[in-house]
């Protein structure tokens, strides 16, 4: 259960238990504060009888016959002394015009707040109840009933003058009455009545669930939720009713509407008051309790419960005990219910006291999570709703959320949540940074510290890196990579690592550091130096980016031993800064690295280092013998008889072999290759590259005593030289092996070269005499003769103008057109060829055709 103690200047009285409720975990719905001002000096002298509440104001009914109107902060704003004794109610009509008085001494007056218009009566027994037209300042609308043992409609006629007439007696006092719209519920002994005043029927009677109690002390409370649903509330029990329309099928003799109880369900106390409050009700609860000491009841603080209600029970959202001045001495009649519809304000009465519970608002909620240290949720309540809190402000909770972490001691998570909520205040982002200081947790916070918009003060930067320096060199080292070089004055932490390193100079995080620090002092020969000396991976990103091409001049070798590829490639591609010639002279002592930079140049481009393929030939020769003959082969500017020389001296065959016939000394190369290789195969391979008659023949010569090697030109040579030639020189009697199987290869090669060239002139012939007909049936083609056509010889055109006139035409393949009499006769043949082609060429062309008509 929520505990709703409300704090004024004044003492309150203490609750007769001594044990307070534990606070539950859950937020409470409303909140409350004590109606002061007015309020307090009225009820210092004088007790509350009644109150009602309109929009604009409230008016408050006392013990000895006094009603006061306050505004909403309970200062008084009019007094009417209306009775010697109780005001037993008060009513005021929608627009608080008019108000309606009733007192225990039967005086009954209706009179308008600020006009001259009034009604007073007096009858001989108490009036309990009053209630006026909801509106009543309409001329048409003047009527208010009373309740005492009987329920009296009071309505002004045509002429001014008021008339009563009795709506209901005999069923005791009247106790409770509330007006809504054109219906009137009220409560006697026996139950609860409704009147339509439209039609002047009674609609219906909910009888009293419990009558075991005294309706004097356990009255009716009535509430209208809307214009056809009234609550009621008597003893425990709570009733929902819904007035209907008949169907006019059913009315007979019956009431043109009826009640349907849509709810019924009992409670745990004592019913004092009722409210609506959306689709749930506020219910004002009168509390007995067992004392345990004592073993009798006593009056315990009364209730103010939110209830959601089910059709035969309900569910309890929230219940607050209300600790309100005399509660002690309090009985179930002496508190009162009243509300304001437009602003969800329930006014708690009681003859000592007038509390006011509202609804709470965003600043309440917040106000809640902070009471319970939830300070995330109060921080995320506040970004959502901060164009509605009044209060609070988001940095404020933000900066009580940081604290709180501190104090728990969750410094990393109060580190992360400072880059949100100090966002872009730098003051406060300083204040902080000296606050994790003071706790030792600086490096906590380092991770999360503005690096840009805003940009703190260099001092702050330098404490936290200094802080690191003593401390973890891993995590200063991380620092300087990823913070801008302008956080800090470089030369001061430069100086720091200097000492550092003079106490451990061989710390490889320091060196590698201190290179980073010259680099963003753009003392970028220092960090090179320390670059080298570790042998770091950025060393060349370095170079590059920085342009210290100039600075490396003399760290060739550093570079190369280092990563050959790296700086072979590095040293290439800016030529134009470092020449060929520098780097081959820096890496003179060193002809293993002088090798992979005029290797790799080679490969590049056969001509650049041409100066270089005389010393080449020898570092080829000494590092990288399988690239020679590559070398060799692609060179242009290669000595030859230098390389030859060399490759003699270390024996290298395949190289002087090329060297050899690269030279023209064919014969010699093949000599070498067959007494130095004994490798028939790459001889015969030799000797079809030379492609040398002569060759053949020494080849031939040699291999005419060698079994084996017979085998291998009988099998390899038969496309080159005519087989017959090797067979003929064959010693008779001399075992060659696999014979049998060279001379079937020999003849399938003749087969196939035979077959080969059948195919060939089959596939000639075919096409030719394909493109023959293609060509004749080209030339069958008529050929279109028009009046723009003219004659080669005459120039006129080809066709007479007069079309009756017979012509005679002839008209070449080549599509040259002559007047038949302007050919010349030929004497030797009949043929006619084309006079302007035939010159050229007695082709198909000049075949012809000829028109007669």
Same mark, same amino acid.
């Given at each position: 259960?929520?505990?709703?103690?409300?704090?004024?200047?004044?003492?309150?009285?203490?609750?007769?238990?001594?044990?307070?409720?534990?606070?539950?975990?859950?937020?409470?719905?409303?909140?409350?504060?004590?109606?002061?001002?007015?309020?307090?000096?009225?009820?210092?002298?004088?007790?509350?009888?009644?109150?009602?509440?309109?929009?604009?104001?409230?008016?408050?009914?006392?013990?000895?016959?006094?009603?006061?109107?306050?505004?909403?902060?309970?200062?008084?704003?009019?007094?009417?002394?209306?009775?010697?004794?109780?005001?037993?109610?008060?009513?005021?009509?929608?627009?608080?015009?008019?108000?309606?008085?009733?007192?225990?001494?039967?005086?009954?007056?209706?009179?308008?707040?600020?006009?001259?218009?009034?009604?007073?009566?007096?009858?001989?027994?108490?009036?309990?109840?009053?209630?006026?037209?909801?509106?009543?300042?309409?001329?048409?609308?003047?009527?208010?009933?009373?309740?005492?043992?009987?329920?009296?409609?009071?309505?002004?006629?045509?002429?001014?003058?008021?008339?009563?007439?009795?709506?209901?007696?005999?069923?005791?006092?009247?106790?409770?009455?509330?007006?809504?719209?054109?219906?009137?519920?009220?409560?006697?002994?026996?139950?609860?009545?409704?009147?339509?005043?439209?039609?002047?029927?009674?609609?219906?009677?909910?009888?009293?669930?419990?009558?075991?109690?005294?309706?004097?002390?356990?009255?009716?409370?009535?509430?209208?939720?809307?214009?056809?649903?009234?609550?009621?509330?008597?003893?425990?029990?709570?009733?929902?009713?819904?007035?209907?329309?008949?169907?006019?099928?059913?009315?007979?003799?019956?009431?043109?509407?009826?009640?349907?109880?849509?709810?019924?369900?009992?409670?745990?106390?004592?019913?004092?008051?009722?409210?609506?409050?959306?689709?749930?009700?506020?219910?004002?609860?009168?509390?007995?309790?067992?004392?345990?000491?004592?073993?009798?009841?006593?009056?315990?603080?009364?209730?103010l419960d939110i209830i959601q209600p089910l059709p035969e029970t309900c569910e309890e959202i929230s219940s607050d005990a209300l600790t309100v001045r005399g509660f002690q001495e309090n009985?179930?009649?002496?508190?009162?219910?009243?509300?304001?519809?437009?602003?969800?304000?329930?006014?708690?009465?009681?003859?000592?006291?007038?509390?006011?519970?509202?609804?709470?608002?965003?600043?309440?909620?917040?106000?809640?999570?902070?009471?319970?240290?939830? /300070?995330?949720?109060?921080?995320?309540?506040?970004?959502?709703?901060?164009?509605?809190?009044?209060?609070?402000?988001?940095?404020?909770?933000?900066?009580?959320?940081?604290?709180?972490?501190?104090?728990?001691?969750?410094?990393?998570?109060?580190?992360?949540?400072?880059?949100?909520?100090?966002?872009?205040?730098?003051?406060?982002?300083?204040?902080?940074?000296?606050?994790?200081?003071?706790?030792?947790?600086?490096?906590?916070?380092?991770?999360?510290?503005?690096?840009?918009?805003?940009?703190?003060?260099?001092?702050?930067?330098?404490?936290?890196?200094?802080?690191?320096?003593?401390?973890?060199?891993?995590?200063?080292?991380?620092?300087?990579?990823?913070?801008?070089?302008?956080? /800090?004055?470089?030369?001061?932490?430069?100086?720091?690592?200097?000492?550092?390193?003079?106490?451990?100079?061989?710390?490889?995080?320091?060196?590698?550091?201190?290179?980073?620090?010259?680099?963003?002092?753009?003392? /970028?020969?220092?960090?090179?130096?320390?670059?080298?000396?570790?042998?770091?991976?950025?060393?060349?990103?370095?170079?590059?980016?920085?342009?210290?091409?100039?600075?490396?001049?003399?760290?060739?070798?550093?570079?190369?031993?280092?990563?050959?590829?790296?700086?072979?490639?590095?040293?290439?591609?800016?030529?134009?800064?470092?020449?060929?010639?520098?780097?081959?002279?820096?890496?003179?002592?060193?002809?293993?690295?002088?090798?992979?930079?005029?290797?790799?140049?080679?490969?590049?481009?056969?001509?650049?280092?041409?100066?270089?393929?005389?010393?080449?030939?020898?570092?080829?020769?000494?590092?990288?013998?399988?690239?020679?003959?590559?070398?060799?082969?692609?060179?242009?500017?290669?000595?030859?008889?230098?390389?030859?020389?060399?490759?003699?001296?270390?024996?290298?065959?395949?190289?002087?072999?090329?060297?050899?016939?690269?030279?023209?000394?064919?014969?010699?190369?093949?000599?070498?290759?067959?007494?130095?290789?004994?490798?028939?195969?790459?001889?015969?391979?030799?000797?079809?590259?030379?492609?040398?008659?002569?060759?053949?023949?020494?080849?031939?010569?040699?291999?005419?005593?060698?079994?084996?090697?017979?085998?291998?030109?009988?099998?390899?040579?038969?496309?080159?030289?005519?087989?017959?030639?090797?067979?003929?020189?064959?010693?008779?009697?001399?075992?060659?092996?696999?014979?049998?199987?060279?001379?079937?290869?020999?003849?399938?090669?003749?087969?196939?070269?035979?077959?080969?060239?059948?195919?060939?002139?089959?596939?000639?012939?075919?096409?030719?005499?394909?493109?023959?007909?293609?060509?004749?049936?080209?030339?069958?083609?008529?050929?279109?003769?028009d009046e723009e056509n003219i004659c080669e010889s005459c120039l006129s055109p080809i066709l007479p103008t007069d079309a009756a006139k017979p012509f005679s035409a002839v008209v070449f393949?080549?599509?040259?057109?002559?007047?038949?009499?302007?050919?010349?006769?030929?004497?030797?043949?009949?043929?006619?060829?084309?006079?302007?082609?035939?010159?050229?060429?007695?082709?198909?062309?000049?075949?012809?055709?000829?028109?007669?008509?």
């Open positions: 259960m929520e505990e709703a103690e409300e704090q004024e200047t004044g003492s309150l009285e203490e609750s007769t238990d001594e044990s307070e409720e534990e606070e539950s975990e859950e937020e409470p719905k409303l909140k409350y504060e004590r109606l002061s001002n007015g309020v307090t000096e009225i009820l210092q002298k004088d007790a509350a009888s009644c109150m009602t509440v309109h929009d604009k104001f409230l008016a408050l009914g006392t013990h000895y016959g006094k009603v006061y109107l306050l505004d909403v902060q309970g200062n008084i704003t009019q007094k009417f002394d209306v009775s010697p004794v109780k005001i037993n109610q008060i009513s005021l009509d929608e627009s608080g015009e008019h108000m309606g008085v009733c007192s225990e001494d039967g005086k009954v007056q209706v009179f308008g707040l600020y006009s001259g218009e009034e009604f007073h009566e007096t009858f001989n027994c108490p009036i309990k109840i009053i209630a006026v037209h909801p509106h009543f300042v309409r001329s048409s609308c003047k009527q208010f009933v009373t309740g005492g043992k009987k329920l009296l409609l009071f309505e002004r006629s045509w002429m001014n003058r008021w008339k009563s007439s009795v709506l209901h007696e005999g069923e005791g006092n009247i106790r409770s009455v509330k007006w809504r719209g054109h219906l009137i519920a009220w409560a006697n002994n026996m139950g609860v009545k409704i009147f339509d005043i439209t039609s002047k029927q009674r609609i219906t009677n909910v009888p009293r669930d419990d009558v075991s109690l005294r309706p004097d002390m356990y009255p009716c409370s009535l509430c209208w939720k809307d214009g056809v649903t009234l609550i009621i509330g008597w003893g425990t029990s709570i009733t929902i009713c819904s007035v209907k329309e008949r169907h006019a099928g059913e009315m007979r003799d019956l009431p043109s509407r009826y009640v349907e109880i849509v709810s019924q369900f009992e409670t745990e106390f004592y019913i004092s008051g009722l409210a609506p409050l959306c689709d749930q009700l506020v219910v004002l609860s009168y509390v007995k309790e067992v004392s345990e000491k004592m073993e009798r009841e006593y009056c315990a603080r009364p209730r009985e179930c009649r002496d508190y009162h219910l009243e509300y304001s519809e437009g602003e969800s304000l329930f006014y708690i009465v009681s003859p000592r006291d007038v509390v006011v519970a509202k609804e709470r608002d965003q600043d309440d909620h917040i106000d809640w999570l902070l009471e319970k240290k939830k /300070y995330e949720e109060a921080l995320m309540a506040a970004e959502i709703s901060q164009r509605n809190i009044k209060r609070h402000k988001i940095l404020d909770i933000g900066l009580a959320y940081i604290n709180h972490l501190v104090e728990k001691g969750e410094y990393d998570i109060a580190a992360r949540k400072c880059q949100k909520i100090l966002g872009k205040n730098a003051a406060l982002w300083e204040c902080e940074v000296y606050k994790f200081k003071e706790i030792g947790q600086l490096k906590a916070i380092s991770p999360y510290l503005p690096r840009g918009d805003p940009v703190l003060k260099p001092l702050i930067y330098e404490m936290i890196l200094h802080e690191y320096l003593e401390s973890d060199y891993e995590g200063f080292a991380t620092l300087i990579r990823e913070w801008p070089g302008d956080l /800090y004055n470089n030369s001061v932490i430069v100086q720091a690592v200097r000492d550092h390193l003079k106490k451990d100079s061989q710390n490889k995080t320091l060196l590698k550091t201190l290179a980073e620090l010259y680099t963003y002092d753009k003392n /970028y020969g220092n960090a090179l130096e320390i670059y080298l000396t570790l042998r770091h991976k950025d060393v060349f990103q370095l170079i590059h980016k920085h342009n210290l091409f100039s600075s490396i001049k003399d760290k060739i070798v550093l570079l190369m031993d280092f990563d050959s590829e790296k700086a072979v490639d590095m040293l290439l591609d800016n030529e134009d800064k470092i020449s060929i010639k520098k780097v081959v002279e820096e890496l003179e002592d060193r002809p293993e690295l002088q090798h992979v930079y005029l290797h790799k140049l080679f490969k590049r481009d056969h001509h650049k280092g041409q100066r270089y393929h005389e010393k080449q030939i020898s570092l080829y020769a000494e590092y990288d013998r399988p690239n020679l003959l590559p070398f060799l082969r692609d060179s242009t500017h290669c000595p030859l008889e230098k390389a030859l020389e060399i490759c003699q001296q270390r024996n290298f065959v395949e190289e002087t072999v090329y060297l050899l016939s690269r030279m023209g000394n064919s014969r010699s190369a093949l000599k070498m290759i067959m007494e130095e290789l004994h490798d028939v195969d790459k001889a015969i391979e030799f000797a079809k590259e030379q492609d040398d008659g002569e060759l053949w023949e020494d080849l031939i010569l040699y291999s005419i005593d060698k079994p084996p090697f017979i085998t291998g030109l009988l099998n390899n040579i038969g496309t080159h030289v005519d087989p017959i030639l090797l067979i003929h020189r064959i010693k008779e009697g001399m075992e060659i092996p696999n014979l049998r199987d060279s001379l079937v290869k020999i003849l399938q090669d003749y087969n196939l070269q035979i077959l080969l060239r059948e195919g060939c002139k089959k596939i000639l012939v075919s096409d030719s005499l394909s493109l023959l007909k293609k060509m004749h049936r080209t030339q069958m083609k008529g050929v279109l003769v393949h080549c599509r040259h057109m002559f007047h038949k009499e302007c050919l010349p006769v030929s004497g030797v043949s009949s043929t006619q060829y084309c006079n302007i082609c035939s010159a050229k060429n007695r082709g198909p062309g000049s075949a012809v055709l000829e028109m007669k008509k």
